[in-house]
Every structure is written in structure tokens, then in C-alpha cells.
């Protein structure tokens, strides 16, 4: 995604990086276009035609569906905005010249195609196609009468009616052939944008009459009568309100007309001579905007007093344009471009509009790319520099040769960003060091206005009343504080469960640290006292021991070893029981209810078991159940109804001392 800013307003081209200088070799454009596409944003998925490059592409009337026309070969594509990923695709006989949804949604399409084809595709694919007279130039579509409208390279401008399937009367417009075609939103009225610099308006309810024409080409500046080529209206658009027209000619000038005035209450000129391709109104909520672009870019302008807001410069000849919606009132602020390349172009102008809720991820990454600005160049590889800083770099004789690593352009020169970098740093080789330091300093500013308390500081903060010696401390609860009730025991099984330090703190009371100084005084009391006196020559353990660690400090970092005796008072055996019957506690605490029974089941069977008491603890309060063991045999359970007894057969017994059931078997 690359950042560029045009009149204090930023866009984001998120499709492509940088352009690549067209003297590189075909290896290092692959490898540079390798790069890039690991930076690029995949803001619809499949936005790539392979083999051509798109033709056009319209919006459907709810904004959520995009329809895209491509060549080599000729095929049309229809992507879902919502989930960010092509519908599906169609091969097609001919170019697209234009297309037009003929329903709010994706489900059906007309194709004006070359060689006069006009198709007409349905959800389960093409359902009709027929032949117009004259070749077909431009193309729209009435919802109200169910009409396509077809301009043409003749006068002629020919209408199907899609309901009974039949060319109605053509229309006879002004010019000789008919370059746009637009349908007013609000008034059935058409536009007709004629090849001599005509828009004829007529009334679609009538419309074997025109109602009025308006002379574009002679009331703009830079076209009319007196250019040796006439100047022909090649795009038209009306506004919501039906009121105001746009009209764009051959010459790069758009004029914006209302329709009870002839001349135009607004001019935009793109000062290039080119053929305005598209206009389009854009909707926000603090202003009304026009979008207008030609073959090398967009232009965006206020519509109430036709300021220039920015400016949008395309990679290769723009052909047309689309600007999704945020809501039924508000346009977004991105732009699809399709442009002669392979992937349909996209950009994003925050200022312009939000990003629509399928993308509104692009906000956070603009937001990132704000705080890391960055100067923008043409190319990433290349630094251009003017001669006077060519000089001063001690480049020139390299002028005189054919590198590749200097480029004259324009006013000055394209170096390679490496050469640049090394140059600079030889010269001038304090400068990385000076950049350093300012790094350092921004980053401990920011450091100190972090306040850091330590954690003894944060004891004392924390101490209780009588400790805090009156320093802001709440005598309240003074009495509280002292009384033995409220104490917390640290001994307790609820305590150590939640405080495991403290648990292992617990098995090393016993034992005190033994200081180094300590040891080694130690060790020498018993090298001079307890040693036999046939050993005089043998060293101490002391100077042993420093040797040996002189030369283990040559090969690894010495580490301290900590020595503990037992306390005075304390035995060992005792300490051993009462770490073993810690560790027993915290393993029976794990075990679960069902395991506690059957072991205690376990220990009664083998004499061990003296209580039939289960405790258990949660959060700090103790839980006993009480209850009594006895092996109890299970009871059979059975559906069947308890058998009355039969007074007959109540002493009947069997030879084996079983009293028999009602059937007569043993139960």
C-alpha cells in the first residue's frame, strides 16, 4: 500500500507499490513485482485477469454487487462486495463494449458487444441475444418503461423493449453519431450525447420528439466550431435531484448545466486535452463532490463552487471507474478503477468518504501508516537528486559512462538508492550516529513521562495504619488492623493453594543461608585444626577452590552456588514428616470427590482409615461433610411390581432353603 498526498488530502493506492523504471531488466522488474505483491492489500479476492486487462465495469443499484468486462478472452465477472470474493465468471463471443445491470441485485445483466451483438444474461446464464443495425457505441437502461437504450454510429438511437422482446421507433437525435447516453433518475427524461458537441433532452413518453438540445462544445472554453476537430459530449451523468447535468467533451472539460439554464453554472478543466471517460456525482454528509476522470487519472472537485479537492494519478490508461456506497444517503471513499492492467486498481481517500463496513480495516491501517510517515518518491530503488547535490556527492564522473546506476530525468538525475545511501555515509559519517542520538532522546522523553513505581515503593504505599506513621493513612480502621481475627493465616491449606511461593518459602524455614565468608572461614579452622599433621603439603580447600574457578572463568561465567545449614533447634526427621505431609495434602486437595471415597473406602478395608470426614476448601472457607462408610450390596432395580403373597404357598419352600417366587422359580 502505497501513501500519497495531493493538496493536503491522502490517498492510499492499496493495489500497487511504486512504479519500476523502464530501463530495468525483466529479472529485476520479477523480483521487484515479487516484493510488492507481499505488501499489497487483497481488497477483493480474484480482482486479477490473467491473460487482458478490464474493459469496463458497472455498480448495481444496491451497491453490494460489482460487474467487471475483460479481454483475451472476452469474459465478464460479477464479485460480491459483502463477502469480498468473485460470484462467478462467463465467457462471452465478443468485446464488451458496455454493460448495464437491468435489476437492483446481481440477476440479470445486458452486454453491449462489437460486431453490433447485444446479449442479455439471467442467473443461469445467457438468456437471449440479438443484433442491432448499426454498431453500438454506448448503452443504458430505463427501469420505468423496461426499455435498453443503445447509442449507436448513426443518428439512430435504437430502444428494446425487454418486455415483449421488440425494437420500438428509434429516436432521430442531432449529431451524426451519439458518443453517451444518460437517463435522468427522477424525470423520464434521456439525455443523448451527440458527436458535434450536442446533448439532445427528450422526453421518454414521447419520444419520437426531442425537447430541447444544448450546445455544449460552444459553451465550454476549449472546444466549439473553431478547432479543426469537433468536440463530442463522451460522458454524461444526472444528479439525484434530476436538476443538474454533467457533460463531459473530447477536449478534458466538463461542464455542469442546470436544466433551466443553456449555459453552465459550473467548468472543470483537466488541462490535458483529453476525453473525459466518466462522471459521477459523490455524496457526503458536509458536501456534494464530482468525480471526472480521463485516460491518466481522476479528478475530484467541489460541485457548489468547483474547487479542486485532489487528484488521483492512474499507473496505465484508465477506462472507467466505480465508487461503492456506505448507505442510501453517503458514498465511500473507495475508489475501483479499471485501468489497462491486469488487477483492477483500487483506492482509498479517507477525507473522501469512510471505508464501507466490508473493508473498515483499511482505517486502522491508514491510522499506522500516519504515525510512520515517509517521504514519497517515484521509485523505491532510485533517489533523484539535482546536480548541485551531485556535485556535492562526487557522482559526475559517472555521467560520462553508460551506468545503470545514474539516470538523467527531467530537471536532475535518478541515482540507485544504494550507491546514494553509500556515498552518503562516507561523506557525511556522523550522520547515522547524530540520527541515533536523536532516536535515544525521543525514546527516554517518552520514558520519563511514564511514572515507574519500584515494587519497594510500592510496599510502602501499601503499608497498614500503624506502620504508615501518619502519612496519609485512614485511622478508622485502626482497631481492625490490629485485631488477630482479621489476620491472614499464611499457614493455611486455602493460603498456599493460591500462593504456591509461599508453599516451597515454607519447606526452607528450617534452613538458614550459610554466607560465603562464613564457609570459608569454616574450611580454614578445619584445614589447620582437623588435618593430620603427615599431610603438611596439602593446599586448603580455599585456594583449591579459587584456582578451580580462575579457570572455569575462561571458558564459562561463573555462577554462585548457595550453601544452607539447619536452623538451630530444628530436626531433620521432623521437617522431612512435615514437608512430606504438605505435599500430601496439596496432592489429596486435587484429587476430586469420587477419588477421595474410594480411597478412604480403600484405607477402612485395610485397618488404616480412621474418619469417615471429607474437608474440602474453596476460596478460603472450609467444607466437611460427614458420613458413614459401610459396604451396603447394591439393590437390583426391576420394572415389574412387587408379587402379593399367597397365603397357600407362603411356608412352600424348596429343598435348598429358598422360598419360590409366584412363578415357581427361585428368586
Known amino acids: 500500500m502505497k501513501a500519497i498526498s495531493y493538496q493536503s488530502v491522502k490517498h492510499y493506492d492499496l493495489t500497487h507499490g511504486s512504479a519500476l523504471p523502464e530501463w530495468l531488466s525483466k529479472q529485476k522488474k520479477t523480483e521487484l513485482r515479487k516484493e510488492q505483491n507481499q505488501k499489497k492489500i487483497d481488497l477483493i479476492q480474484h480482482l486479477e485477469y490473467k ?26 465477472r460479477c464479485y460480491d462486495l459483502e463477502g469480498v470474493t468473485m460470484k462467478f465468471s462467463r465467457h462471452v463471443d465478443n468485446q464488451v463494449v458496455d454493460m448495464t445491470p437491468l435489476t437492483a441485485d446481481y440477476r440479470k445483466v445486458a452486454l453491449l458487444e462489437r460486431n453490433r451483438w447485444v446479449e442479455v444474461h439471467g442467473q443461469g446464464g445467457r438468456h437471449a441475444k440479438l443484433r442491432t443495425p448499426k454498431e453500438g457505441r454506448c448503452m443504458t ?41 444518460a437517463v435522468c433518475p427522477a424525470h423520464p427524461l434521456l439525455a443523448v450525447g451527440g458527436s ?34 469537433a468536440t463530442s459530449v463522451t460522458a454524461m451523468c444526472f444528479d439525484d435531484a434530476g436538476m443538474q447535468l454533467l457533460a463531459g467533451t473530447s477536449e478534458g472539460v466538463v461542464g455542469m448545466y442546470d436544466l433551466r439554464k443553456r449555459t453552465p453554472v459550473r467548468t472543470k478543466d483537466h ?33 457548489r463552487d468547483g474547487e479542486p479537492f485532489t487528484s488521483i494519478d492512474a499507473s496505465h490508461e484508465l477506462f472507467s471507474f466505480a465508487c461503492p456506497s456506505v448507505s442510501q444517503e453517503q ?12 488487477s483492477i486498481n483500487a483506492f482509498y481517500v479517507p477525507q473522501l468518504g469512510p471505508a464501507p463496513y466490508w473493508c473498515s480495516y483499511l482505517e486502522n491501517f491508514t491510522e499506522e501508516l500516519e504515525e510512520q510517515s515517509r517521504e514519497v518518491t517515484q521509485f523505491d530503488d532510485f533517489k533523484f537528486v539535482t546536480r548541485e547535490e551531485l556535485e556535492k556527492l562526487h557522482l559526475t564522473h559517472l555521467l560520462n559512462g553508460d551506468s545503470d546506476q545514474i539516470r538523467p530525468y527531467s530537471h536532475g538525475f535518478y541515482v540507485d538508492l544504494k550507491l546514494y545511501q553509500t556515498t552518503k555515509a562516507v561523506l557525511d559519517p556522523m550522520e547515522y550516529r547524530n540520527y541515533r542520538k536523536q532516536k535515544l532522546l525521543e525514546k527516554k522523553e517518552a520514558e520519563d513521562r511514564i511514572t515507574i513505581v519500584s515494587k519497594k515503593r510500592a510496599r510502602d504505599l501499601l503499608k497498614p495504619v500503624d506502620e504508615a506513621e501518619g502519612k496519609g493513612g485512614d485511622d478508622r480502621f485502626a482497631s481492625k488492623m490490629k485485631d488477630g481475627k482479621f489476620a491472614v493465616d499464611k499457614s493455611s491449606a486455602a493460603w498456599l493453594k493460591y500462593h504456591p511461593d509461599d508453599a516451597r518459602r515454607k519447606d526452607t524455614d ?105 474437608y474440602t476448601t474453596d476460596h478460603g472457607a472450609s467444607k466437611g461433610i460427614s458420613f458413614t462408610l459401610d459396604n451396603v450390596p447394591k439393590r437390583r432395580r426391576t420394572n415389574e411390581k412387587p408379587a402379593e403373597e399367597d397365603p397357600d404357598k407362603t411356608n412352600d419352600t424348596r429343598g435348598d432353603g429358598r422360598r419360590r417366587g409366584k412363578g415357581g422359580k427361585g428368586g
Open 51 to 76: 491473460n487482458g486487462a478490464p474493459s469496463c465495469m458497472a455498480l448495481t443499484a444496491d451497491r453490494n454487487f460489482l460487474w467487471t468486462a475483460g479481454e483475451y478472452p472476452p469474459q465478464i
Open 196 to 229: 458535434e458537441g450536442s446533448v439532445d433532452l427528450v422526453d421518454l413518453r414521447s419520444p419520437d420528439k426531442i425537447v430541447a438540445t444544448l450546445d455544449v462544445a460552444g459553451s465550454l472554453p476549449g472546444g466549439g466550431y473553431d478547432s479543426d476537430v
Open 271 to 303: 488541462n490535458n486535452s483529453l476525453p473525459i471517460r466518466r462522471l459521477q456525482f459523490h455524496r457526503s454528509l458536509d458536501a456534494l463532490r464530482v468525480i471526472s476522470a480521463d485516460s491518466k487519472g481522476m479528478k475530484i472537485w467541489d460541485a
Open 510 to 614: 528450617a534452613f538458614r543461608r550459610v554466607d560465603e565468608a562464613e564457609e570459608d572461614a569454616d574450611m580454614d579452622s578445619d584445614a589447620s585444626s582437623g588435618l593430620s599433621d603427615s599431610a603438611p603439603a596439602m593446599q586448603p580447600r580455599k585456594a583449591v577452590r579459587e584456582r578451580n574457578a580462575e579457570l572455569e572463568s575462561e571458558y564459562k561465567p561463573s555462577k554462585s552456588l548457595a550453601m544452607y545449614e539447619l536452623k538451630e533447634g530444628r530436626d531433620i526427621l521432623e521437617t522431612n514428616k512435615e514437608s512430606h505431609q504438605g505435599r500430601k495434602r496439596e496432592k489429596h486437595s486435587k484429587l476430586t470427590l469420587g477419588d477421595r471415597l474410594k480411597k478412604q473406602l480403600e484405607e477402612k478395608a485395610s485397618g488404616r482409615g480412621e474418619t469417615s470426614k471429607v
Open 141 to 181: 437502461y430505463d427501469a420505468r418503461t423496461a426499455s435498453l437504450i443503445i447509442g449507436t454510429s448513426s443518428k439512430s438511437v435504437y430502444m428494446i423493449d425487454l418486455d415483449s422482446g421488440a425494437f420500438t421507433q428509434p429516436i432521430d437525435s442531432t449529431s451524426e453519431a451519439n458518443d453517451s447516453l
Open 331 to 342: 458514498d465511500s471513499g473507495i475508489l475501483l478503477a479499471a485501468c489497462d492492467t491486469a
